[in-house]
């Protein structure tokens, strides 16, 4: 028990130690929630690790006590965590609505949606609040594999040997699908919905079936079948 106590003793100082040089980093770095954040995690953790002294002056009710101090702490933690996936829903949103009207490149984009996610993972975000994040960025997404399928149609109908009656049709059906999109709304058709369109028109060809493919892999897994084709669209 002796040592049990002194091992005890070495842990709780250290952690001391720890938390007050993470308290005071945080403090210089002009972060007070942070450093709110560790200094409470400090002393809570502090107390559970000497619980059976505290006991001795506090009383046997000291540790439901505590139990409700961590509840609350919970609580809190929980809504920085609402606070950082409204933040990263605001900062992706502004990242995909830059990208229709050019800036920085698709690709450099997605690297930086995928380092916001990330961050979101490592403090605890639930998947319920990483899917609210990325609500947004999943709308604008699917607009591009949109934009993407009507380039191919445009492209069709730029192809050597297509008469002025085909290149109208081509025009007709182009202007048609774009019809589709409610991109005020940011509402994109689905991959079915397109595909539908495109064989009614009689447009299906392999590279629009390779899209047709692509996005629906986003829309199953939220990832990028063939991103270095994506980041071209």
Known sequence: ???????????????????????????????????GIIVLAGA?????????KIQRFKGAGFEAEMREIVNNANATIEQLRDVA??????????????????????ATRI??????IESLKKIGASDIQVSQANQMWNKGMRIIFHRGIRQRIEEMREKNGIDAEQKERFRSVS???????????????????????IRDKGLIDDEINELLLDYREFEVTGKFRRKNVLVGL
């Open 44 to 52: 809570i953790s502090f107390a559970f690790l000497n619980i059976d």
């Open 1 to 35: 028990m002796g040592n049990y106590r002194n091992m005890n003793d070495q842990i709780a100082f250290y952690w001391s130690l720890g938390t007050m040089l993470l308290a005071v980093m945080f403090g210089l770095l002009g972060q007070p929630t942070e450093m």
């Open 111 to 116: 690297k930086l949606h995928d380092q916001i």
């Open 175 to 197: 202007n048609e699908f774009q019809e589709l999109l409610r991109f005020e709304e940011w509402i994109a058709p689905t991959a079915n919905e397109i595909e539908a369109f």
């Open 85 to 106: 996936t409204l933040s990263s829903e605001a900062i992706l949103t502004s990242l995909m609505a830059d990208n229709f009207f050019d800036g920085t490149t698709l």
